[in-house]
């Protein structure tokens, strides 16, 4: 019983042990001191070497369970501040998360018009691209006749030049005959009409 109320009274300033709790531990000490007692007269008696226990380390058990449960409740209290700043992150991430998925599905409709545009871009291009060159064909087709055009026209013109040189020394000798005509001549030759 004085086991029991020393450690009460050692544990009552320890915050972190409730009263239901704190009475428990208690009688856990004492009968923990108690058995080491037993366990001493037993080793005394199989292995005849001496185990001391005295009030002193009695108290360094109070002191030594005190010690182990503040720090064991910093590591708790440090393990909960990991998990709630980890938690934060969590829900953090999550919000950037959903943000970066309604960018992105903007994005992919944005970039499924922008798609769209090209494809109807494309198809316009083919599209004059193949008018473009039916009207190459047709224009090469249309230089082909104006080639044979010009050919035919430098021919006739080759002709009407040689005509026209054979036909000038004529015409020069009509003139000349012309200049030759007097008035006389042309009152003779009224008389024949």
Not at 31 to 40: A, I, T, W
Not at 139 to 152: L, P, R, W
């Amino acid at each position: 019983e004085a086991l029991i109320s020393v450690s009460s009274r050692f544990l009552s300033d320890v915050e972190l042990i409730s009263a239901e709790v704190r009475e428990s531990v208690s009688r856990f000490m004492a009968f923990v001191h108690g058995s080491v007692n037993e366990m001493s007269k037993q080793y005394l008696t199989n292995e005849r070497r001496y185990n001391y226990t005295t009030p002193k380390s009695f108290l360094e058990l109070i002191a030594l369970y005190q010690n182990l449960l503040s720090k064991k409740h910093g590591d708790l209290l440090s393990d909960m501040e990991r998990l709630e700043g980890g938690l934060e992150k969590l829900k953090s991430t999550a919000a950037q998360v959903d943000d970066l998925k309604e960018k992105l599905a903007a994005q992919e409709v944005e970039l499924k018009q922008k798609n769209d545009d090209a494809d109807a871009l494309i198809e316009k291009v083919g599209v004059e691209q193949e008018k473009v060159g039916k009207e190459k064909d047709i224009a090469d087709v249309e230089e082909k006749k104006v080639a044979k055009i010009n050919e035919e026209v430098t021919k006739k013109q080759k002709d009407c030049e040689r005509d026209l040189a054979r036909a000038e020394p004529a015409l020069a000798a009509a003139a000349e005959a012309l200049n030759t005509l007097n008035k006389a001549n042309l009152t003779e030759l009224k008389s024949f009409g």
